[in-house]
């Protein structure tokens, strides 16, 4: 059933994933479970929902604050923006009350290093630390389970400038102080601390795609390196992540009890065919997207083929440092949007290199470029939850997003059913890993309202929240699918499977909607 996209080496639009306008048809294959409600899922497993500081806040010059990388990016491309976007910033009470209604139990969010301290080092701005302060409490106030991102693609601007951000180790010591700042004053309340979100597909959009601030690669980029540098960003990504987490443990974890993560974005990876060739190349996919980070913080180095496909270009931990990344994430957050079919390519193309010619693959992946339609193939995120489990040594796991992106007008954006069929299915995978072991703690829907997307700008909308961006109010209201959720998070025990579905449109076709 799987609808292959179209045969691409370069993974341009993997971040900036499609837009849907019709429902497809459901798999029928699936070994998911398809009528569940929320007690068949362990305790305690929590149902969130998120969004990131640059993507919701807006208030992008407002009260101290400085640029990141991304503030640049967008402006010197004149891109869609985030200066306004919800105006979070202004607005999070009011979110949070959304928070409520829906039910959720969990919210993912990001810090704004450059509005918590300006210049990416030195001093902490008072209105930025009080402004998260605010929202943390207002949380925890209404018994909603902070977790918290340090890292969503937003370096401050000043350390770009210093010394180029996260190609350079000084990186490691600048956001470790964050961190910390981060665990003194918010850590009473947060326990759940993501250092880095999707490291993996942020290193290759930044640095060797240069689809993502900061723009960098070898052949489209004003400047960069595609065959060097995601591995050395990589390298330091982890080895800052790993710092942090290091600082945690030895300086608040007794106190605080909470718990230091990091997330990757995970492609469910399959061979075309069942040749030896195809289900070794699916193998090497998989290691250099998820092993990559994963086999460093598992086992303290990276995955044999990369060092063998990369050779010198890949760094070297020395002994200290694979002590320091070993074991230094609590738990794995994951992002899961797509699949893809693999196929070897062989030979490894001689000289010119980057990171898509080092996996010796070709992907391609279940959704079309032209039309924007990707499949429903909720086995692939069961398939990343087994993998996990399977090969390293089944870590707690949180979904940090999941979604889908709906195209169409005000109505179609409302009564949004593809979306809920697709949530449905997959929180139905999720289910499936965990009744078969998976440590899966929790699921969170990208995204709570309709917000800026990193790629996308506004032309994507993935929220259970529509947002009014032509209003002044920038008016929220609830879809079909923020009813849906609800109604599941709430136990709502009638309301199980397709009948379901229907069933609540009819109640809602009335309404407001
Ligand atoms: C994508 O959709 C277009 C338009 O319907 C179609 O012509 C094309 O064959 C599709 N590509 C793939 C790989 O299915
Ligand atoms: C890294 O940054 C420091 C300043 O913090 C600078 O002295 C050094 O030359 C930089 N290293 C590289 C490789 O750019
Ligand atoms: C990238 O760096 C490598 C190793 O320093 C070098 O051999 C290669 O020429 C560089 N490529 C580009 C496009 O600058
Ligand atoms: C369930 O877990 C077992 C043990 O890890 C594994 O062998 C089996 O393939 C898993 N089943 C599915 C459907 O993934
Ligand atoms: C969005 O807001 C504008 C300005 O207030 C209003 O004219 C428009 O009808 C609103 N759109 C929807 C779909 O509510
Ligand atoms: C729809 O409304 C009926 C009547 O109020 C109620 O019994 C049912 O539970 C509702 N279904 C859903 C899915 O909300």
């Not at 350390?159 to 964050?178: C, H, K, P, Q, S």
């Not at 929220?463 to 209201?477: E, M, P, Q």
């Not at 009638?494 to 449109?505: K, N």
């Amino acid at each position: 059933m799987e609808q292959k996209g179209e045969r691409k080496n370069d993974m341009d639009w993997v971040l900036s994933l499609v837009i849907i306008t019709i429902s497809l048809a459901l798999p029928l294959h699936v070994s998911c479970s398809d009528v569940y409600s929320r007690s068949d899922f362990p305790e305690g497993f929590a149902f969130g929902s998120g969004t990131s500081a640059y993507q919701w806040e807006g208030a992008a010059a407002e009260d101290g604050r400085k640029p990141s990388v991304w503030d640049t990016f967008v402006h010197s491309r004149n891109l869609d923006n985030g200066d306004i976007t919800c105006d979070g910033y202004h607005k999070y009470k009011e979110d949070v009350q959304l928070m409520v209604e829906t039910g959720l139990d969990a919210f993912k969010f990001s810090i704004s290093w450059s509005r918590l301290i300006p210049n990416g080092r030195g001093p902490v701005n008072p209105k930025g630390l009080q402004f998260y302060k605010n929202f943390i409490q207002e949380l925890v106030t209404h018994g909603i389970e902070p977790h918290a991102t340090l890292f969503h693609y937003d370096l401050p601007q000043a350390l770009e400038d210093d010394y180029g951000g996260w190609l350079n180790r000084t990186i490691i010591e600048d956001f470790t102080a964050y961190a910390d700042v981060c665990f003194r004053e918010f850590g009473s309340h947060v326990k759940f601390w993501t250092t880095i979100n999707e490291a993996n597909i942020f290193t290759i959009g930044g640095y060797n795609d240069g689809i993502t601030g900061p723009g960098r690669c070898s052949r489209k980029c004003s400047s960069g390196n595609s065959s060097t540098e995601p591995y050395i960003v990589g390298h330091n990504l982890l080895l800052a992540h790993a710092s942090a987490s290091r600082l945690y443990r030895q300086k608040y974890k007794d106190m605080q009890g909470g718990s230091v993560g990091l997330s990757l974005y995970a492609i469910g990876f399959s061979p075309s065919t069942s040749s030896k060739d195809d289900e070794m190349a699916a193998q090497r996919a998989r290691d250099f997207d998820l092993g990559w980070m994963l086999a460093p913080l598992t086992l303290g180095d990276y995955p044999y083929v990369m060092r063998r496909s990369i050779g010198s270009r890949l760094p070297d931990f020395s002994e200290e440092e694979s002590e320091l990344v070993k074991g230094s994430s609590d738990f794995i957050g994951i992002i899961h949007y797509l699949a893809a079919i693999v196929t070897n390519t062989k030979p490894y193309f001689p000289g010119y290199s980057d990171y898509y010619y080092d996996t010796g693959v070709t992907s391609s992946y279940t959704c079309n470029i032209t039309t924007s339609q990707c499949s429903v193939t909720p086995w692939a995120l069961e398939g990343v939850l087994e993998y996990i489990k399977q090969s390293y040594g089944n870590p707690p796991v949180y979904i940090l997003e999941n979604g889908k992106t709906i195209k169409g007008d005000f109505q179609l954006q409302l009564k949004d059913t593809p979306r809920i069929e697709y949530l449905h299915v997959y929180m139905g995978a999720v289910l499936s890993a965990v009744r078969n072991g998976s440590d899966t703690r929790g699921y969170f829907v990208w995204s709570l309202m309709d917000v800026y997307e990193l790629l996308g700008g506004y032309g994507k909308s993935y929220g259970l929240y529509y947002v009014n961006f032509s209003d002044a109010h920038l008016t929220r209201s609830p879809k079909l699918s923020a009813h849906w959720y609800s109604a599941f998070i709430k136990g709502d025990a009638t309301f199980l499977g397709s009948q379901g579905i229907s069933q609540l449109q009819s109640n809602f076709s009335s309404s407001s909607l």
